[in-house]
């Protein structure tokens, strides 16, 4: 059976310099799988653009580098601003294209991504044509649909069915554009208020489809040398680009 999957990558550009876990992760898929297109929308800063011009996004199917607001928004508007805007890159692709996915993988761009076995992802791609799963969308970590507990989720990857990830992105507009929501906006709460006004089918993917699993490089570096507590310096590492700039803020703390 043929199948095709959407990568949505997206947010703030950060530790590109370790991208090629992001080429061995679509490799990896394309094992059992026909297609996998990339769709990128980043912050338009000079981290960005130097990447962009070392040509560094050469996988990517479409790519958009966009203005950075100068108003500050509240609860997750950026993380949220930039996965609609790369939904809308995958849509305009398949207009032109009249392309369908079985999958869509929406993910941040600073991860440390362990790739699990073949089997694993073909056992999973096999359960994506039920029709019961046409709105289904996995998180990293369960959720209940009447949580908006921060701890509840994180904001690293989404798997979801095509049908699902439109929805799910377009959560931003209903969330952040629409004053009569009756859903809020803080930090970490996005995610689980576009699942709810949705109604979206929710499951955690490290169970079901074990085939892959994340972790932002910060955090995996910081458990690597032992530090397996957020450090009080963790603010100034969230503002940080590459894994050396890491490196030198834990060696001026320690």
Known sequence: MKYNIAIQIFGQLRMWENAEQYISFINFLKTQVDSVDVFGSFWDDEYSRENYNEDKFNFFT?????????????GLWRWGYCLIKSRNLRKRYQNKTNKTYDFVIMMRP????????????????????????????????EISNSSVKPFDVDDKVFYATEESADLFCLGFNHLHNNPESPFHS??????????????????????????ANFDLIRHHYLKDINLTTEPQYDEELKKIKTLDEVKNIVKKHL
């Open 62 to 74: 479409d790519l958009e580098l966009l203005p950075i607001p100068k108003i500050i928004y509240q």
């Open 110 to 141: 600073d991860l440390r991504i362990k790739i699990g076995e073949e089997k694993t992802l073909q056992s999973f791609l096999g359960t994506l044509k039920n029709k019961q799963m046409i709105y289904r969308t996995w998180f990293q970590k």
């Open 186 to 211: 803080a930090y970490h709460t996005d995610p689980v208020c576009y699942v709810k006004m949705f109604n979206l089918l929710v499951s955690p993917f490290n169970i079901i489809a074990p085939f």
